[in-house]
């Protein structure tokens, strides 16, 4: 997959935006971008963590070449991957909504919790990070579905909130796609 960067300049602001296949979107410009570690990967950014968290949050857009599951299985696979500090359902707890945006339909959850995701896919070590946050959204398109997924300490995604509402408000598909 080739990923196209083009830069603009608006006042002394610069805000990148990515072309990934079938989407287009614009980077947040506080969001540090790092090399995609696998091929699924077609974005990723470290979100410079808030005063008092020990760690950077990430962000990280995924397209698994129309592949990847439903838009149910992943907002469940995403909710089960974090855990209640009082042991009640993460599920009930969970925030989820649909909306349309520049044409494409886009499902988003955001759980708060203790994160426990495999530490890589397959794998059987977990992470075990509490006071963590998780917000993704999937993003229908023409080609199949984008995968965005934020997640870092609580804090430091409340703090990238802003940020990433504007990445999903600039969410379109590429005329690749169209």
């Known amino acids: 997959m080739t990923v196209s960067v083009l830069i603009s300049l608006t006042s002394v602001l610069i805000s990148l935006t990515v072309q990934a296949g079938g989407l287009t979107f614009t980077a947040p410009k506080a969001w540090q971008t ?3 570690s696998s091929s699924m990967r077609v974005a990723e950014f470290v979100i410079p963590r808030t005063a008092g ?5 990430e962000a990280i857009i995924y397209f698994f070449g129309g592949t990847g599951g439903s838009v149910e299985q992943n907002i469940t696979r ?5 855990q209640q500090p009082d042991g009640s359902s993460s599920s009930d707890k ?3 909504a649909t909306q349309t945006i ?3 339909k886009v499902s988003t959850v955001d759980v708060s919790g203790t994160y426990v995701a495999e530490v890589r896919p397959g794998a059987s070590e977990r992470h075990n990070k509490p ?4 917000r993704a959204a999937v993003v229908e398109t023409p080609r199949g579905p984008y995968y965005i997924k934020l997640t870092g ?6 703090a990238a909130d802003a940020d990433y ?6 969410v379109k598909a590429s005329a690749a796609a169209q």
């Open 165 to 170: 509402k504007a990445l999903l408000a600039s």
């Open 102 to 104: 520049n044409g494409l």
């Open 53 to 57: 968290d020990t760690e950077d949050a």
């Open 153 to 158: 300490p609580a804090k430091t995604v409340a």
């Open 131 to 134: 006071g963590f946050r998780l």
């Open 94 to 96: 969970a925030t989820r």
């Open 34 to 36: 790092r090399p995609a």
């Open 78 to 82: 995403w909710i089960g991957q974090m």
